[in-house]
């Protein structure tokens, strides 16, 4: 029973991933749209309704779609066409197919197949993203020198891998005043924008999970001790407030909040101030259960970076102008 129903599992995703795999293939030659969640109905229903008859397992295999496609086919009807003409080979022509080399029969699939392949399309993923090509170029080799179902594997397997990639290591960025406006942009791809004296303002663009937790301390850390030595080397205004931006950080795990606590205790043995801007609504539920929004305090949690600088850059004003006259009275 157990085999039963591993089998059955297995060979129902496989023959589901190819169906749609296939369709969507085909829907692109085609120019129209293909759902998924229609064709798993279609495909488990023809299943159910074959299984009472002990029909093999169906879904949409790709060879016979190719050949079915080059012979010019339009409609749904040539399933049926070509179910009766199966048929009636069966039946009445099995002998004459006997001595048919399975050559024969390669060839014609091949030939078929060969239409499909879409060189240009590869040309472009190779440009564009060389990773896309390499997940293209995964299922290719594993579809001609192994199966359908390894082609799929190994590009999903490759997919998912490039997913975890991006989760592990998440963008951040240093962001900075484009001049004669409000807004806030990345210095690597506005080299104009400027830095606000005594700020460094970051940018997290990615959700923030026990797997890039240490990663972003690290990355934040190292961005912090690069603007202090920045600073030493100018002479310039000395680091006061650190700005993290959260606008892109979607959700946040307990990982994710210890990062930030530890990340607070770093900040406050270097006499600095740890702002945030504009977390999420889930973000603000787990910040608050956690009490780490009461750690910092609700004032130094702000909706616009903009905001968050003029606050900021206000209170160093305002140290500045109080430097002064505390020296004069003590003098």
């Not at 040539?78 to 029969?105: D, W």
């Not at 594993?142 to 963008?171: D, M, N, Q, T």
Request: charged share 15%.
């Amino acid at each position: 029973m157990s085999t039963a129903i591993k089998t059955g599992l297995i060979t129902g995703i496989i023959a589901l991933a190819e169906g749609i795999a296939v369709g969507r293939s085909f829907a692109m030659f085609k120019n129209y749209h293909i759902d998924g969640n229609k064709e798993m109905i279609a495909i488990g229903t023809m299943n159910i309704f074959g299984s009472l008859t002990s029909c093999y397992l169906t879904t949409g295999p790709f060879s016979r779609s190719a050949v079915n496609y080059n012979a010019g086919c339009k409609t749904a009807a040539s399933n049926i066409v070509m179910s009766i003409a199966v048929m009636l080979t069966l039946l009445f022509l099995t002998p004459l197919f006997h001595y048919t080399p399975l050559v024969v029969l390669s060839a014609i699939i091949v030939s078929a197949m060969l239409g499909l392949i879409d060189y240009q399309a590869a040309i472009h993923l190779w440009k564009i993203d060389k990773f896309d090509f390499l997940v293209c170029f995964s299922a290719y080799i594993g579809v001609v020198f192994g199966s359908v179902e390894i082609g799929l594997v190994l590009a999903v397997a490759i997919s998912v891998l490039r997913v975890l990639l991006f989760i592990a290591r998440p963008r951040t960025f240093v962001l900075g005043n484009i001049p004669n406006s409000s807004a806030y942009r990345n210095v690597e791809h506005y080299p104009n924008a400027h830095h606000v004296p005594g700020i460094l303002i970051l940018e997290i663009d990615a959700p923030i999970y026990f797997a890039n937790a240490s990663y972003l301390r690290e990355r934040i850390t190292r961005w912090i001790n690069e603007e202090e030595e920045k600073i030493k080397g100018a002479g310039s205004t000395s680091l006061q407030y650190v700005i993290v931006d959260m606008t892109a950080v979607a959700n946040i795990d307990t990982s994710g909040i210890s990062m930030l606590e530890e990340f607070k205790k770093t900040v406050d043995r270097k006499g600095l101030q740890l702002v945030l801007v504009n977390p999420g609504s889930e973000v603000t539920k787990k910040l608050n259960k956690s009490k780490f929004l009461d750690e910092i305090g609700h004032k130094w949690v702000y909706v616009t970076v903009e905001e968050a600088v003029g606050v900021c850059s206000s209170f160093m004003l305002h140290t500045q102008k109080a430097n002064p006259m505390k020296d004069e009275s003590e003098g």
